[in-house]
């Protein structure tokens, strides 16, 4: 089982920018796919961006052009850099690994361990 840690949500205007952090352990497979995913009261768990073993990223549209994925691996931190957030974007941000997968995906079920969390607010 992986383990993953979250940190970095919080409060950030309309317009503005957060970086999340994902701290991953554990690890037993070569291959994997490290996702960033949301959940907003109400809504079904989105797929944001993911990032493989393999250095393939993947963006929802909906992101693209505003969020970057990136990895540092000394660190076994991944992180998602939020750019231009929008009031609509308030929720959970979800930190989650699938393993023995080479490739990306951005479907939720597919994804094996996730993190507990760590809350965006977006104010207007």
């Known amino acids: 089982q992986v383990q993953l840690v979250e940190s970095g949500g919080g409060l950030v205007q309309a317009g503005g920018s957060l970086r999340l952090s994902c701290v991953a352990s554990?690890?037993?497979?070569?291959?994997?796919?490290i996702g960033w995913f949301r959940q907003a009261p109400g809504k079904e768990r989105e797929g944001l961006s993911c990032?493989?073993?393999?250095?393939?990223?993947q963006y929802a549209d909906s992101v693209k052009g505003r969020f970057t994925i990136s990895r540092d691996a000394a660190k076994n931190t991944v992180y998602l850099q939020m750019n231009s957030q929008k009031p609509e974007e308030n929720a959970l941000y979800y930190c989650?690994?699938?393993?023995?997968?080479?490739?990306?995906?951005?479907?939720?079920?597919?994804?094996?361990?996730w993190g507990k969390g760590t809350q965006v607010t977006v104010s207007s």
């Open positions: 990032i493989s073993s393999n250095e393939i990223t």
């Open positions: 554990g690890f037993t497979d070569h291959f994997y796919v």
């Open positions: 989650t690994a699938l393993e023995g997968y080479s490739g990306t995906t951005l479907t939720a079920y597919l994804y094996d361990d």
